[in-house]
């Protein structure tokens, strides 16, 4: 299993971004799709994540600004990112927790794309 994001870039602060992140390779169902983000200095941390049912959890600093959503059919979480602060800048990586053909639980992580807010 492969994922793969794409969006990151330059936005001034106030501004939007859309991450996408594509998932590929033999699985029996993505249980749960999302993001975390790590920034210079820091941990990484989770910013969102969306179930196979749709539920849907936020870090504090990011709700009402950000969305996740995901499309089952194609393998796809996004993460639409509005009112940019430059404290959202950080390698922003997209995840997964899958379940095998052999019902194996495993994480998978995509390679990260920067996310740069201006002030």
């Known amino acids: 299993v492969q994922l793969q994001a794409s969006g990151g870039g330059l936005v001034q602060a106030g501004g939007s971004l859309r991450l996408s992140c594509a998932a590929s390779g033999v699985i029996r169902r993505f249980n749960r799709m999302g993001w975390y983000r790590q920034a210079p200095g820091k941990l990484r941390e989770l910013v969102a994540y969306?179930?196979?049912?749709?539920?849907?959890i936020y870090t504090d600093s990011v709700k009402g600004r950000f969305t996740v959503s995901r499309d089952n059919a194609k393998s796809m979480v996004y993460l639409q990112m509005n009112s940019l602060k430059p404290e959202d800048t950080a390698v922003y990586y997209c995840y997964a927790v899958g379940t095998s053909i052999d019902y194996k639980v495993d994480d998978y992580w995509g390679q990260g794309t920067q996310v740069t807010v201006s002030s």
């Open positions: 969306i179930t196979s049912d749709g539920d849907s």
